[in-house]
């Protein structure tokens, strides 16, 4: 396990204002593409073209830069027509993205499967939800939902429009759920989750203007899963969000089915680049036996060099240690 990714009390002292927990690992319904996605663009060596492209769209982990924390960028705004919810109640959630003469955009380019990514979290990062909204012809996007805990949540669209030449966009805008709330910690660092019966292990670590690979492995009943299979275009689908302002990272995996090289299991590659210090929830998505499950992860990212410092002094003392045994 990379030293990077510590198990630390670090992540128990950061208290969200609003929500109740979840749970780590928490199921979403089945889903299934409409169709099978268009292979995606692999990742691009750091500072080619194709890197530099989706650093300029601000919605690639790869890059290190971070969206969702607006409402408006590059000329398109989140109209978030259902700004509020009640907790435990099913509800339809309305939006649209519209551009800066106000119209409903209604031209998309199918990124992983879907012309739009729509992510509902919650303020102290319990919840999770990666919904799948249908779009009418006026540009208006619905999609039911039903959130367990009142609070302050977030919801981000990640798409591209549809226009030749256009960079990808995450928008954010907040949402709230009424009912009775209570402070929730974020969950504790932990290199294992649990969700349906599978458990699911993270080897990597996030640092801070490097990319860096992350893993996730799948096993069940303490055997590797070997078939998952794919979803939105990939083996598993990886969301990363910073606590606090819930910087949003989407981060694309390393390889896709059917590339001949790709293998459907146990372990999920991903590379992302933190664009900051701190504390992390990561949200992975998989399928396997037709059914989607999220596993969550709270990480620690330290300030860049501390973690190359530590590992530097590790190595002095054992170096050290062997001399004094000749």
Partial sequence: MNTGLRITAFAAAIVA????????????????????????????????????????????????????????EGGYTLALDTPRVAAGKPATLRFSVKDDSGRSLTSYAREHGKELHFIVA??????????????????????????????????????KPGEKGAKGITLGADLAVSGKSEPAALPPVRATAEVDGYQVTLDGALTPGKARELTLSVSRDGKPVTDLQPYLGAYGHLVALRAGDLAYLHVHPNGEPDDGVTEPGPGVSFTATAPSPGAYRLFLDFQHE??????????????????????????????????HGH
């Fill in 17 to 72: 204002t609003f929500g109740t927990a979840y749970g780590v690992g928490a199921s979403i319904d089945p889903v299934v593409a409409e169709k099978p996605p268009a292979a995606h663009d692999k990742h691009a060596e750091a500072g080619g073209e194709e890197a530099g492209e989706k650093a300029e769209g601000g919605h690639d982990g790869a890059s290190g830069a971070a969206g969702g924390l607006q409402i408006s």
């Fill in 122 to 159: 919650s303020r102290d990062l319990t919840v999770y939800r990666h919904l799948h909204p249908t779009r009418a012809a006026d540009g208006t996007w619905s999609v039911a939902a039903k959130l367990p805990a009142a609070g302050g949540y977030r919801a981000f669209a990640d798409f």
């Fill in 290 to 323: 037709g059914k989607v499950r999220t596993a969550a992860f709270t990480v620690d990212v330290p300030a860049a060099g501390a973690g190359e410092s530590e590992e530097a002094e590790e190595s002095t003392e054992s170096e050290e240690s062997g001399s």
